[in-house]
Protein backbone atom coordinates (compact mmCIF):
# COMPACT_ATOMS: atom_id res chain seq x y z
CA UNK A 1 0.00 0.00 0.00
CA UNK A 2 1.58 3.49 -1.16
CA UNK A 3 1.90 5.39 2.13
CA UNK A 4 -0.37 8.02 1.69
CA UNK A 5 -3.06 5.99 0.19
CA UNK A 6 -3.28 4.51 3.77
CA UNK A 7 -5.17 7.74 4.85
CA UNK A 8 -8.05 7.66 1.72
CA UNK A 9 -8.48 4.25 2.47
CA UNK A 10 -8.90 5.00 6.22
CA UNK A 11 -10.84 8.26 5.38
CA UNK A 12 -13.38 6.08 3.42
CA UNK A 13 -13.63 3.62 6.06
CA UNK A 14 -14.41 6.66 8.98
CA UNK A 15 -16.99 7.44 6.68
CA UNK A 16 -18.78 4.53 8.25
CA UNK A 17 -20.80 3.38 5.06
CA UNK A 18 -21.61 -0.24 5.99
CA UNK A 19 -20.91 -1.10 1.72
CA UNK A 20 -17.90 1.09 1.78
CA UNK A 21 -16.19 -0.86 4.66
CA UNK A 22 -17.06 -3.97 3.46
CA UNK A 23 -15.72 -3.56 -0.11
CA UNK A 24 -12.23 -2.31 1.26
CA UNK A 25 -12.82 -5.12 3.36
CA UNK A 26 -12.91 -7.44 0.50
CA UNK A 27 -10.16 -5.85 -1.71
CA UNK A 28 -7.93 -6.38 1.18
CA UNK A 29 -8.84 -9.89 1.42
CA UNK A 30 -5.68 -12.32 1.21
CA UNK A 31 -3.94 -9.21 1.89
CA UNK A 32 -4.16 -8.82 6.04
CA UNK A 33 -1.34 -10.76 7.08
CA UNK A 34 1.31 -8.77 4.87
CA UNK A 35 -0.68 -5.90 5.48
CA UNK A 36 -0.65 -6.10 9.25
CA UNK A 37 3.14 -5.78 8.93
CA UNK A 38 4.04 -2.73 7.60
CA UNK A 39 3.46 0.21 9.41
CA UNK A 40 1.73 2.70 7.28
CA UNK A 41 -1.27 -0.20 5.95
CA UNK A 42 -1.18 -1.77 9.86
CA UNK A 43 -3.64 1.53 11.07
CA UNK A 44 -5.85 0.19 7.88
CA UNK A 45 -6.03 -3.28 9.22
CA UNK A 46 -6.68 -2.36 12.24
CA UNK A 47 -9.93 0.18 11.56
CA UNK A 48 -10.92 -2.19 9.10
CA UNK A 49 -11.57 -5.08 12.60
CA UNK A 50 -12.85 -2.16 14.47
CA UNK A 51 -15.43 -0.91 11.99
CA UNK A 52 -16.15 -4.07 9.95
CA UNK A 53 -19.38 -6.25 10.58
CA UNK A 54 -19.02 -9.18 12.74
CA UNK A 55 -18.52 -11.55 9.36
CA UNK A 56 -15.89 -9.31 8.46
CA UNK A 57 -13.65 -9.14 11.55
CA UNK A 58 -14.27 -13.35 11.85
CA UNK A 59 -12.89 -12.95 8.00
CA UNK A 60 -9.70 -11.34 8.80
CA UNK A 61 -9.30 -12.76 12.09
CA UNK A 62 -9.33 -16.12 10.60
CA UNK A 63 -6.85 -15.06 8.15
CA UNK A 64 -4.54 -14.08 10.94
CA UNK A 65 -4.63 -16.69 12.94
CA UNK A 66 -4.80 -19.27 10.63
CA UNK A 67 -0.87 -18.02 9.14
CA UNK A 68 1.52 -19.97 9.06
CA UNK A 69 3.03 -16.17 9.80
CA UNK A 70 1.40 -15.71 13.29
CA UNK A 71 4.27 -16.63 15.04
CA UNK A 72 6.17 -13.34 13.80
CA UNK A 73 2.88 -11.46 13.76
CA UNK A 74 3.47 -11.84 17.36
CA UNK A 75 6.99 -10.11 17.19
CA UNK A 76 6.24 -7.40 14.57
CA UNK A 77 6.37 -3.91 15.98
CA UNK A 78 3.16 -3.06 13.93
CA UNK A 79 1.17 -6.61 13.85
CA UNK A 80 1.46 -6.81 17.38
CA UNK A 81 -1.14 -3.67 17.46
CA UNK A 82 -3.22 -5.76 14.79
CA UNK A 83 -3.02 -8.88 16.83
CA UNK A 84 -4.38 -6.80 19.95
CA UNK A 85 -7.30 -4.64 18.21
CA UNK A 86 -8.77 -8.79 16.93
CA UNK A 87 -8.71 -9.40 20.93
CA UNK A 88 -10.66 -6.48 21.29
CA UNK A 89 -13.10 -6.95 18.72
CA UNK A 90 -13.59 -10.66 18.55
CA UNK A 91 -16.46 -12.37 19.76
CA UNK A 92 -14.78 -15.50 19.77
CA UNK A 93 -11.73 -14.03 22.08
CA UNK A 94 -11.06 -17.50 23.61
CA UNK A 95 -10.44 -19.21 20.98
CA UNK A 96 -7.74 -16.86 19.99
CA UNK A 97 -6.13 -16.37 23.27
CA UNK A 98 -5.35 -20.08 23.99
CA UNK A 99 -3.57 -20.07 20.48
CA UNK A 100 -1.71 -16.98 21.24
CA UNK A 101 -1.03 -18.58 24.84
CA UNK A 102 0.78 -21.41 23.47
CA UNK A 103 2.82 -19.03 20.83
CA UNK A 104 3.80 -16.71 24.00
CA UNK A 105 4.91 -19.94 25.48
CA UNK A 106 7.05 -20.93 22.36
CA UNK A 107 8.13 -16.97 21.96
CA UNK A 108 9.01 -16.92 25.65
CA UNK A 109 10.96 -13.75 26.78
CA UNK A 110 11.02 -11.85 23.18
CA UNK A 111 9.56 -8.40 24.28
CA UNK A 112 7.08 -7.79 21.80
CA UNK A 113 5.31 -10.93 22.78
CA UNK A 114 5.73 -10.10 26.54
CA UNK A 115 3.50 -7.57 25.26
CA UNK A 116 1.00 -8.89 23.69
CA UNK A 117 0.76 -11.31 27.06
CA UNK A 118 0.52 -7.84 29.07
CA UNK A 119 -2.13 -6.98 27.15
CA UNK A 120 -4.18 -10.30 27.71
CA UNK A 121 -3.56 -10.13 31.24
CA UNK A 122 -5.01 -6.53 31.47
CA UNK A 123 -7.78 -6.60 29.40
CA UNK A 124 -8.82 -10.17 28.88
CA UNK A 125 -7.43 -13.05 31.41
CA UNK A 126 -5.09 -12.68 34.34
CA UNK A 127 -1.53 -13.40 33.65
CA UNK A 128 -2.26 -16.79 35.66
CA UNK A 129 -5.08 -17.83 33.81
CA UNK A 130 -2.84 -17.74 30.41
CA UNK A 131 0.38 -19.48 32.47
CA UNK A 132 -2.23 -22.23 33.22
CA UNK A 133 -3.58 -22.43 29.56
CA UNK A 134 -0.32 -22.50 28.33
CA UNK A 135 0.98 -25.38 31.40
CA UNK A 136 -1.97 -27.77 30.42
Known sequence: MIVCSNYVV???LDLGLAWAVAEVIDRLDGNFVHLAMQKFSSNVVEKCLKLGGD???AKI????????????LLQDPFA???VQSALTVSKVKYLIIVQ???????L?????SCLI?????????TKMTCIAI???
Open 80 to 82: NYV
Open 117 to 125: LSFLSSVVL
Open 55 to 57: ESR
Open 61 to 72: IQELTSSTRLAQ
Open 134 to 136: VNC
Open 108 to 112: DGLYL
Open 10 to 12: QYI
Open 100 to 106: LCILLHF
